[in-house]
């Protein structure tokens, strides 16, 4: 159980162009999940918390007209990267909690890896 | 502020104990440990909640002390398996707890014959 899968695995784009990435929790109901971006041999950095049917918290830094959240339902996350960059490459990865579990781990997804040509 | 993690890499052969630790600068409500494989997504080990502790895998425990707002934890009998890189996640105490993490530095982790 407690399985989070993201679409798609791997995406190559050109620069000026958006990329859609979906985050789903198969098995388990998620209020709030997370968004994180990773570079190359660096930790995971937050970027934003996703609230289903509300707006999402982004961290400090963080351009929320260029990293568009939906949370449209208990299962599904979106992450648009809008008008991308190459220095938008990196490791994006989503995590969520199983609210109804009394426990306190995040389940994460096996992470997009977005390169901008 | 990112958690600090020490030691940033170690090397060891395979049935040797490690102890990889995590130091925050603010007051901590619970921390997370995950191991990452190149390329790959985290994978939970265990959770430390303030006021409690609890282990997740026979062969890595870990602690807590909340007075000095660090965690360590340890790997015993180490397995070419147990190689990756290892992040302490923690959430804070004036965030309300909550779920929001603050993933630590990372300690590289090698496991030889």
């Known amino acids: 159980g407690a399985v989070v899968s993201q679409h798609p695995s791997r995406v190559i784009c050109k620069s000026g162009t958006s990329v859609k990435i979906e985050c789903r929790s198969l098995d388990f109901q998620a209020t709030t999940m997370f968004w994180y971006r990773q570079f190359p041999k660096q930790s995971l950095m937050l970027m934003a918390t996703?609230?289903?049917?509300?707006?999402?918290?982004?961290e400090q830094g963080v351009e929320k007209d260029k990293f568009l959240i939906n949370h449209a339902s208990l299962t599904l996350s979106t992450l648009t990267v809008t008008s991308a960059h190459p220095e938008d490459s990196s490791f994006y990865i989503c995590?969520?909690?199983?609210?109804?579990?009394?426990?306190?781990?995040?389940?994460f997804g096996p992470g997009t890896r977005l390169t901008v040509t | 502020q990112q958690p600090v993690q020490s030691p940033q890499a170690v090397i060891l052969r395979e049935g040797e104990d490690a102890v990889i630790n995590c130091s925050s600068s603010k007051a901590l409500y619970s921390v997370h440990w995950y191991r990452q494989k190149h390329g790959e997504a985290p994978v939970f080990l265990m959770i430390l909640l303030k006021g409690g502790e609890q282990k997740g895998h026979e062969k890595i425990s870990a602690s807590f002390n909340e007075k000095k707002q660090q965690s360590s934890l340890y790997l015993t009998a180490s397995q070419l398996s147990y190689s990756g890189t290892y992040f302490c996640?923690?959430?804070?105490?004036?965030?309300?707890?909550?779920?929001?993490?603050?993933f630590g530095t990372g300690t590289q982790l090698k496991v030889e014959l």
């Open positions: 995590s969520a909690r199983d609210q109804a579990r009394a426990t306190y781990e995040q389940y």
């Open positions: 996703s609230n289903e049917g509300s707006k999402a918290t982004y």
């Open positions: 996640g923690t959430t804070h105490i004036l965030t309300g707890g909550g779920n929001k993490l603050t």
